[in-house]
């Protein structure tokens, strides 16, 4: 059974940093497109970022030059670093592994950010 686990998530003060880790138990990793969402109560779930192999990664306008996606394929991991973090940014924070080749879908079950002082 396939999993998709987050973590990295939690407390962090205003202009702050964390690192987001996503694992996915998936074969092939290296064909999916990874993303990062994130979601507050009463809102949609949004696109932060994401990482489909060949091409650069892309970056919601709030995310840009604060947020970093990589990706390890030899541990089928992909990474989120979130610096100079805001208040905003308070959510939790979901993984996707997209393959379009194989036409999987599988999401994590999230990890809560919190920017607060």
């Known amino acids: 059974q396939v999993q998709v686990v987050e973590s990295g998530g939690g407390l962090v003060q205003p202009g702050g940093s964390l690192r987001l880790s996503c694992a996915a138990s998936?074969?092939?990793?290296?064909?999916?497109?990874m993303s990062w969402y994130r979601q507050t109560p009463g809102k949609q779930r949004e696109l932060v970022a994401v990482?489909?192999?060949?091409?650069?990664?892309n970056y919601a306008d709030s995310a840009k030059g604060r947020f970093t996606i990589s990706r390890d394929n030899t541990k089928n991991t992909v990474y989120l670093q979130m610096n100079s973090l805001l208040p905003e940014d308070t959510a939790v924070y979901y993984c996707k592994a997209d393959s379009q080749i194989l036409g999987k879908v599988y999401w994590g079950q999230g990890t809560q950010v919190t920017v607060s002082s």
């Open positions: 990482t489909v192999p060949g091409y650069s990664p």
């Open positions: 998936v074969t092939l990793f290296s064909t999916y497109t």
